[in-house]
């Protein structure tokens, strides 16, 4: 079965970068997208980006320029996500999800667990 | 861009039918046929309920269901159960440079 396993929970200071990974497994990894979606505390859904996991490709929301790198390995079906220069207000859980091959289809049909990340001085 | 408008709550009795709504604009939801709907249940990940408008995925009730009217697009749920008590978000390509955008989510409670 289709299955994501986000890596754990992470405490950050602010400036600092965080990575979370997303393994993905029960399906051909290179004939998907996954879309990275954030949650803050108590706030809705926030898309943060898109990535192809057959030629790497991306596309991010406008908000995050310059802070957020996607990228996937296809060796191990895994896609990650790095946010720099972290602030409080990126305290968030984030989920990965699977989604198609061209951006903006927004069928997130599988999600990971989430991971919450913790910005705090 | 702002996010496309939803209720903040909706209720209704268990049997009963509830509908909600998801206004965008003519740039996202109105130029598209690529609204997605998610049901949230605290503490665990996003569940895709309707994709592509109106489309069900295989396993989802068919208690559920979309439209799109315009610019605003509608969930409606048949036959209201206790476990359809979750927070529901819209979702909508909005093309380049926006590219995907959800509602502020929608709270259904079941009476």
């Known amino acids: 079965q289709v299955q994501l396993v986000q890596s754990g929970a992470e405490v950050k200071k602010p400036g600092a970068s965080m990575k979370v990974s997303c393994k993905t497994s029960?399906?051909?990894?290179?004939?998907?997208?996954i879309s990275w979606v954030r949650q803050a505390p108590g706030q809705g859904l926030e898309w943060m980006g898109w990535i192809s996991a057959y030629n790497n490709n991306t596309f991010h929301a406008q908000n995050l320029q310059g802070r957020v790198t996607m990228t996937t390995d296809t060796s191990t079906s895994t896609a990650y996500m790095e946010l720099r220069s972290l602030r409080s207000d990126d305290t968030a859980v984030y989920y990965c999800a699977r989604d198609y091959l061209v951006v903006g289809g927004t069928r997130f049909d599988y999600w990971g667990q989430g991971t919450l990340v913790t910005v705090s001085s | 861009q702002s996010a496309l408008t939803q209720p903040a709550s909706v209720s209704g009795s268990p049997g009963q039918s509830i509908t909600i709504s998801c206004t965008g604009t003519?740039?996202?939801?109105?130029?598209?046929?690529?609204v997605s709907w998610y049901q949230q249940h605290p503490g665990k990940a996003p569940k895709l309920m309707i994709y592509?408008?109106?489309k069900r995925p295989s396993g989802v009730s068919n208690r559920f269901s979309g439209s799109k009217s315009g610019n605003t697009a509608s969930l409606t749920i048949l036959g209201l159960q206790a476990e359809d008590e979750a927070d529901y978000y819209c979702c909508s390509y909005a093309g380049s440079p926006t590219y995907v955008i959800f509602g502020g989510g929608t709270k259904v409670t079941v009476l």
């Open positions: 592509e408008g109106s």
């Open positions: 003519s740039t996202d939801v109105g130029n598209y046929n690529l």
């Open positions: 029960g399906y051909t990894f290179t004939r998907f997208g």
